[in-house]
């Protein structure tokens, strides 16, 4: 009763306000900070890859289970045309109009755009964090992968010898799983980026990616499980395709999909992880 009390101020508190909790409540705050607490949102830990070459992933504090979304309790996005989606972690979008926190207060944000920019790696953290979270996810208890596969560089990035940052996954993921990752099985015959289609829109993008994607005849995947890799999951809609063109040649196919990260956009996330984001 004395906390309900004090409750609604100490957790909306302002920025810079100090609040000295009575010895008696310690149990009784900690045990509601944990019930708020959205993965990695109060995070205060970064990581330099570049200094842990040698050192074993699963020491990472980035990896811990506080840091990983949660997604029986987070993660509002599905995508029909997918068994399951699993990603661990949230990204914060670099135009966001409705968070209130900052890619610089968030750290796995930072070290992704660092990512992007071709600093592989970093693409140990994530795959390590997708080997993780499918580990202790339950809707992935009883699933075996047959095969690992990448969302293809466009050929024009191909051609500017960019870093093909969804492959460097994939090389890891396979190395930790054990699953043969078939590196040239999907490939794209023209350069298409979703966010160049913002004003065609979704579906035009999904229809001109559906068709300029191409599955290499080599290994069969009929009655296959694949786990499908991308670098960020923004609204599912190229792993989506990319699902649907697989099961359009083999039906049996089972195709689940995985990226380094999910936008933390309000269409992806519960009202109850979006406010977290929000508060200072």
């Known amino acids: 009763m004395v906390f309900k009390k004090y409750q609604k101020k100490i957790m909306n508190r302002p920025i810079g306000s100090v609040f000295v909790i009575p010895s008696f409540l310690d149990i009784t705050f900690e045990a509601i900070r944990e019930k708020i607490n959205i993965s990695e949102i109060e995070m205060k830990e970064d990581a330099n890859c570049y200094e842990c070459e040698t050192k074993n992933c699963s020491e990472c504090s980035l990896l811990k289970p506080n840091f990983l979304i949660k997604w029986e309790t987070e993660v509002a996005l599905s995508i029909p045309s997918l068994e399951q989606i699993i990603s661990p972690y949230w990204i914060i979008p670099r135009q966001s109009h409705w968070m209130k926190r900052t890619i ?31 580990q202790d996810d339950t809707r992935f208890n009883n699933v075996r992968f047959d095969y690992i596969l990448a969302v293809p560089l466009s050929p024009e990035k191909k051609k500017n010898h960019e870093v093909d940052r969804v492959a460097e996954l994939c090389k890891i993921l396979s190395k ?79 195709v689940f999909g995985t990226s380094a990260g999910i936008m933390a956009k309000v269409d992806n996330m519960v009202p109850n992880a979006y406010k977290k984001f929000r508060q200072k």
Not at 116 to 131: D, P, T, V
Not at 203 to 224: C, E, M, Q, V
Not at 237 to 247: A, D, H, P, Q, W
Request: aromatic share 12%; net charge positive.
């Open 104 to 134: 610089s207060e968030h750290p796995i944000s930072r070290i992704f755009y660092d990512f992007k920019s071709g600093y592989k790696a970093f693409a140990r953290l994530f795959a390590n964090g997708i080997f993780k979270e499918i």
């Open 176 to 254: 930790e799983t054990e699953i043969p990752y078939l590196p040239n099985k999907l490939s794209l015959t023209a350069h298409i980026i979703g966010r160049e289609y913002k004003r065609e829109g979704k579906t035009t993008f999904a229809n001109d990616y559906f068709n300029n994607l191409r599955i290499a005849s080599s290994t069969p995947l009929d009655g296959k499980t694949v786990l499908v890799v991308d670098d960020v999951i923004t609204d599912g809609v190229t792993l989506g395709t990319i699902s649907k063109k697989i099961k359009d040649r083999y039906p049996t196919c089972r």
